[in-house]
């Protein structure tokens, strides 16, 4: 099994800036991708960003492109996300991600998910 923590959500301004990580234990060779997801209250759950840990690939979210930074490190297994000028509706719990297929955009594609992280942006 995989274990997923993530830390850094909290409290911004709009225009402001917030760093997420999300730190991988256990059987993390079984991996292949991980993603970041939101869910704001009464909301479907979203793709924010993906990457592989065998690639520079990246895909982002139409929304996010451009203001957020999705960066592995593969040494530490730990995932971050990167968020800049961010706006009151990037206000969300985000979610970090793992899964062995091969869509990023796919939230079927992940099997282990953190316990989530609430960010909340003040217009």
């Known amino acids: 099994q995989v274990q997923l923590v993530e830390s850094g959500g909290g409290l911004v301004q709009a225009g402001g800036s917030l760093r997420l990580s999300c730190a991988a234990s256990g059987r993390t060779f079984s991996l292949n991708i991980m993603g970041w997801f939101r869910q704001d209250t009464g909301k479907e759950r979203e793709f924010v960003a993906g990457t592989f840990w065998s690639s520079a690939y990246t895909s982002y979210a139409d929304s996010v492109k451009g203001r957020f930074t999705i960066s592995r490190d593969n040494a530490k297994n730990t995932v971050n996300l990167q968020m800049a000028s961010l706006k009151p509706e990037d206000t969300a719990v985000y979610y970090c991600?793992?899964?062995?297929?091969?869509?990023?955009?796919?939230?079927?594609?992940?099997?282990?998910w953190g316990q989530g992280t609430q960010v909340t942006v003040s217009s």
């Open positions: 991600a793992g899964g062995s297929g091969w869509n990023l955009r796919d939230a079927s594609a992940y099997v282990s």
